[in-house]
């Protein structure tokens, strides 16, 4: 069990004020229902043509080249470039048109910038590292793939393979410290690995009691704070300095999350296709 750190009563106070200002909010939430995609596609809002609150943005790009299911996708601070695993073990990198291009024109041979092959089983987990212009991928078999983008036959810089938690399914950098990643498992658990030393350096709170697995994992954008969440329907935010349990919520069994830069609005969505906010 992690101990409480100095600091932990001033992040609790802080996403309780957070909190609160949410509830209070007058702001209209809505339940929405959606479906997977196979193909990945990037939509404008200046250029749908979007008429009543229910219909669907038209996609300005369709990018194609994945022959399989898409399973973990990120994008860089920039916006330049998009990052995407498919179920065949390759991460593709792909650059993203201007945002002058004409909808539904012809296929620019510039578009897709690299692929990455090295995995030997699924790609779960995969994230930016803004401030080394690196991928970190996250497969089973306990591994972890650090990838430098541009570096053509040279990508792949280090392969981590972790001993003492499991495999990862999700990851994500944490905000204020950019050599670090939170990474969530199969079994309930969740840690901060160090991808410049090559291992875990805190596990967050975890009760052995716990059933099913951590689906998605998040660093808050401006608080030394982890969330995550599961098939076990909890959304659990952790303190990062101590790995203390400080919140707990009771929703749907949940397959992914979003977070706004500001880090006002969490959106979780759910196994029977609703969207929470």
């Known amino acids: 069990m ?33 479906s997977l995609e196979l193909d990945s596609m990037m939509s404008n809002d200046d250029r749908a043509n979007v008429k009543t609150p229910g219909s669907e943005l038209e996609p ?3 990018f194609r080249g994945h022959r399989s299911s898409i399973l973990s996708m990120d994008m860089s601070s920039t916006g330049e470039q998009f990052f995407a695993a498919h179920l065949n073990r390759i991460i593709c990198v792909w650059n993203v048109p201007s945002s002058n291009a004409e909808a539904h024109e012809n296929y620019d041979s510039q578009i897709p910038a690299e692929k990455f092959n090295g995995h030997s089983n699924v790609i779960w987990g995969l994230c930016y590292q803004s401030s080394f212009n690196r991928l970190i991928s996250a497969s089973p078999g306990k591994t972890l793939k650090i ?12 392969t ?11 990851i994500d950098m944490v905000a204020a410290e950019p050599q670090q990643i939170v990474a969530g498992y199969k079994n309930q658990c ?45 959304i659990r935010y952790f303190v990062n300095n101590s790995g203390k349990l400080i919140h707990s919520t009771h929703v749907e069994s949940i397959s992914t999350l979003a977070i706004d830069p500001n880090g006002l609005y969490l959106l979780s969505g759910c196994h029977d296709g609703s969207l929470r906010l």
């Open 2 to 34: 992690a101990r409480a750190g100095p600091g932990d009563s001033q992040t609790v106070e802080q996403l309780e004020k957070l909190m609160a200002k949410n509830r209070n909010s007058d702001q209209k939430q809505e339940l929405h229902r959606g």
């Open 60 to 62: 300005v790009y369709t």
């Open 147 to 158: 990838w430098q983008l541009g570096s053509g036959s040279d990508a792949l810089i280090h």
């Open 160 to 170: 981590y393979t972790e001993t003492d938690i499991g495999s990862p399914l999700t």
């Open 190 to 234: 969740a840690s901060i690995f160090d991808i410049e030393v090559g291992r875990t350096v805190l596990k967050f709170d975890s009760n052995p009691d716990d059933e099913g697995q951590i689906s998605k994992i998040l660093s808050h954008p401006t608080m030394p704070v982890t969330i995550a969440a599961g098939s076990d329907r909890r």
